[in-house]
Every structure is written in C-alpha cells, then in structure tokens.
C-alpha cells in the first residue's frame, strides 16, 4: 500500500507568481484535504476534494485554488503569492469524506521572497 | 466559534509518564485525534477517539475525553527519546473540517 506522496519538497518562489503543489493520495482514498502550516503553529484547513468536487474549505481567499484528477490525485494551486503564503503546505487522503480518519504527505515546504 | 487549544511546551525525563492536555469548544465534535510530528515531517496519526467514548488505551497511549468540559488528554507512559516531538490536537467537526491545536512540543531528558 502506498501512503501519500507530494511533490516537490521544497520551492522557492518570490511575490507575486503562482505556484502548483502536487499530491498523490493512498491507494483506495477518494478524498484529499489541504492543509497551510505556518512555522510555530498548527495546520490550518484550505479545503477539501471528494471525487472532483470541491467540498468544503476553509478562511482562505480565491487565490488558493484546486483540482482533484479521476485517480484522485491533487494539486493546489496559488496565485499572486505573498510573503506570508510561506509555509508547510500538507495534503491528506482518506477514504470519505466526513470522519474518516486523514493520513498526511510529508509536505511542500514553500518559501516567498 | 471553532477553537482547539493546547499548552505549547512540556519536559519529562526518560522512563516517566507525559501528559499532553487539549481543550476543544466545538461540542459537535465528532472524532478527535492526536498527532505527532518530528522536525521537518508531516504529521504522523497516533491515535484518536470518539466522541461518544470516554478512554482509548493503545499500547503505551492513553487517551482520556471529557466530554462535558471539552477537554482531552494523551497519556505517554514510559516516555523515551524518541517520543520528542510536537503532538497536536485535532477535532472532525462539519462533516469535512478537521481544526488543529497549536501543538504542544514535548522535550524528554535522558
């Protein structure tokens, strides 16, 4: 069984691009959720993929967007980065949507300049 | 509002019990869970429990829910080295939101 991967590990953007993080889910989910870690704090939801639908996000503003694929792989996308977009951005896949229990990629650790 | 709080520092030395404590406000909390992160990697489940079940024992983790004053805690006994870490706790509220606590960043002495 293969866990969550997510690509790339580490990017270095500056203000004002855009970036793509990817994420491939655990064999068998059908459900990705993402989640932005500030340094020092707790992951904070972004919002949640089930079966390429958007279903539910979190206090975050249209420049975070995201796709699910039919393999249920995933990509966030940022726009117009700020510096305050730096952060452990994580992905997490379970099997529904609801309660199921997440289990979490290593990560995309992301820093604007 | 939804909130997930946790105290941020805790030390124990090698071979005694850690316990991490949390308190949630949200009571249609539905699953809460414990996780650990190390440096520079993502967030490991450790365990979690139902809202409806007051203790969870897992091997050396307990897990004990008060339901009634919204507060969990996690038992480590026999803390080793290898236990330090940050632990955070999260609750499973709306149907698709999972809200983390801060993380309470566990230092075991030798």
């Known amino acids: 069984e293969t866990g969550v991967t997510q690509s790339p590990t580490h990017l270095i953007k500056t203000r004002g691009q855009q970036v793509t993080l990817r994420c491939s889910s655990q064999?068998?989910?059908?459900?990705v959720s993402w989640y932005q870690q500030a340094l020092g704090q707790g992951p904070q939801f972004i919002f949640q993929?089930?079966?390429?639908?958007?279903?539910g996000r979190g206090n975050f503003p249209p420049r975070f967007s995201g796709l699910q694929f039919p393999n249920y792989s995933s990509e966030l996308d940022v726009n117009a980065l700020e510096l305050d977009d730096s952060a452990l951005y994580l992905c997490?896949?379970?099997?529904?949507?609801?309660?199921?229990?997440?289990?979490f990629g290593p990560g995309t650790r992301l820093t604007v300049l | 509002g939804e909130d997930v709080e946790q105290s941020l520092f805790l030390s124990v030395r090698e071979g005694d019990s850690s316990v991490i404590n949390c308190t949630y406000t949200?009571?249609?909390?539905?699953?809460l869970y414990w996780y650990k992160q190390e440096p520079g990697a993502g967030l490991q489940l450790l365990t979690y429990?139902?809202?409806?079940?007051d203790m969870k024992q897992d091997q050396r983790l307990t897990v004990l829910l008060n339901k009634k004053d919204k507060h969990l805690s996690l038992r480590i006994a026999d803390t080793q080295t290898g236990d330090s870490a940050i632990y955070f706790c999260?609750?499973?509220?709306?149907?698709?939101?999972?809200?983390f606590g801060a993380g309470t960043r566990l230092f075991v002495k030798a």
């Open positions: 997490a896949s379970s099997s529904s949507f609801g309660t199921d229990t997440q289990y």
């Open positions: 064999s068998g989910h059908n459900t």
């Open positions: 993929y089930y079966r390429e639908e958007e279903n």
């Open positions: 949200d009571s249609s909390s539905t699953y």
């Open positions: 429990i139902f809202s409806n079940m």
């Open positions: 999260a609750e499973t509220t709306g149907g698709f939101k999972t809200i």
